[in-house]
DNA sequence: CCGCATCCTGCACGATACTG
DNA sequence: CAGTATCGTGCAGGATGCGG
């Protein structure tokens, strides 16, 4: 075993945690509460015009058990709530950037990788 | 607009892009082909145990359509076929590695999150 | 305003059998 | 050895309606 091996293995938690993290909407959750900083619900809805009601609060409750984000309730009567990111989601943050940074940056090349594979095949 | 603004937004081609890299299997995929360079299908399907025979193909199919790996027809009777990192794969490996890494620095902290999260549910 | 319950649909994925 | 073809199933996720 290598001193420099800096490449852990994927366990299954590994892959169940990134699938939780990583998902179709959590992203794009993680991405706004770290930009704002905390948002109530339907604010988070209307940034995130593509997603459902449902799919919106699975996501949040899925980043709350995980505790990437916090869930407080502002006021009864009407109720509202605020979601506010969590130290370890901010943590998170750069990774995300990261990748984005990665798709931004190669995309142009894997389009024209899917174009020359599509020519193949045809 | 901030020229310190290193935080680009989540459009679809990115989401589509992510999905089609950090599914279920091509994590495995990928970090079984930097590690090790070249693999025959057959390596790979023993490299990583719990895929389906159809699973890894489409997931090879759908690297290779993006760029990522290369497939090259090492010899016919038998058929043998090898898959090759190609350099921008590898350019991904490094922020594939940086999430494992992050996973395994913050699941002591998320696995308690959870247990905490779930405790207040029951 | 926030969110759960229900129904419905498509698709991801495994299992299995067959081919060059 | 390296796939393709087909079938069956679970589950993610949208649409809709109700409730505190």
């Not at 998902?23 to 209307?46: I, M, P, T, Y």
């Not at 940074?101 to 045809?122: G, I, K, M, Y």
């Amino acid at each position: 075993m290598q001193v420099t091996d800096n490449a852990p293995a994927i366990t299954g938690e590994h892959r169940e945690l990134l699938d939780q993290l990583l998902d179709k909407w959590s992203l794009h959750v993680l991405d706004q509460l770290c930009e704002h900083g905390a948002l109530r619900f339907n604010e988070l809805r209307r940034a995130i015009p593509a997603v459902s009601q449902k799919s919106l609060t699975a996501a949040l409750r899925r980043l709350e058990r995980n505790g990437m984000v916090e869930r407080l309730v502002v006021n009864d009567r009407p109720v509202a709530v605020e979601y506010r990111i969590a130290p370890v989601g901010h943590s998170l943050q750069e990774l995300i950037d990261a990748l984005l940074r990665w798709t931004t940056t190669h995309l142009p090349e894997v389009e024209r990788a899917r174009a020359q594979f599509d020519d193949a095949v045809a």
